[in-house]
Structure formats: structure tokens, C-alpha cells
């Protein structure tokens, strides 16, 4: 369960950075409220999580989502610009963030 919290956490993550970008410098309400929304569901949800799990581990596949996930809907959504070097980057922190979860907890 504890890590289904980090997958969801990590998801709202994905979601708080692309509101804080269509917030323009929290100078639009409805993605600002959103971000707001987004980034306390989602440290809340961590913060639930590392009551049983290591903090590394979890804090890694939290960024790892986050970073992964923004990275992905800016290239569908946004228009950022799609390569096959951020493909493979994204790939390896997604491989990096696996290895450390089969490599740490136990719990």
C-alpha cells in the first residue's frame, strides 16, 4: 500500500509541475489553485508513504515519476521538443529509479 501512495504521489508531482508552468508565475488562478491542489496531495501522500518505507528508495521513485511524467506530457502536450536522446534519458531514470527500489527496501 505504501507504495501505491509514491506511484500516486509521483503522478500529483507530474501534475503540480505542469500546473506551475501554466500558472505562468502564479499569475493565472485556476492553474495556481490547481498546483496548490496537486503539490499538497502529493507531498501528503509521501509523507504517508515514509512512515514504513526508506526514504531513499521512495523519495527516488517519487522524483523519478515526477521527472519522468512532466518530461513525457510536455513532449505530448506542450509541444517541448522530442528527441531521441530525452527519450533515452528518461529511459534511464526510469531503470536508475527500479534499481534502486529492487535494490534497498525490504519493507
Known amino acids: 500500500m505504501a ?5 500516486v504521489a509521483g503522478l ?10 501554466l ?3 502564479f499569475t493565472r488562478l485556476w492553474p495556481t ?11 501528503g501522500l509521501l509523507t504517508l ?6 526514504v531513499g528508495p ?6 523519478g515519476i515526477g521527472a519522468a511524467g512532466t518530461a513525457i506530457y510536455g513532449m505530448i502536450f506542450l509541444g517541448d521538443i522530442v528527441s531521441t536522446l530525452k527519450i533515452v534519458s528518461i529511459s ?3 531503470v536508475g529509479v527500479i ?4 535494490s534497498g527496501s525490504a519493507h
Open 58 to 63: 521512495a523519495y527516488a521513485v517519487w522524483t
Open 92 to 94: 534511464l531514470v526510469i
Open 49 to 54: 508513504a515514509l512512515r514504513k518505507l526508506d
Open 33 to 43: 489553485v490547481a498546483f496548490s491542489i496537486f503539490a499538497l496531495g502529493s507531498f
Open 3 to 7: 507504495w501505491l501512495l509514491v506511484i
Open 99 to 102: 534499481g534502486l527500489q529492487l
Open 23 to 25: 500558472s505562468h508565475g
Open 12 to 21: 500529483l508531482e507530474t501534475g503540480f509541475a505542469v500546473c506551475l508552468k
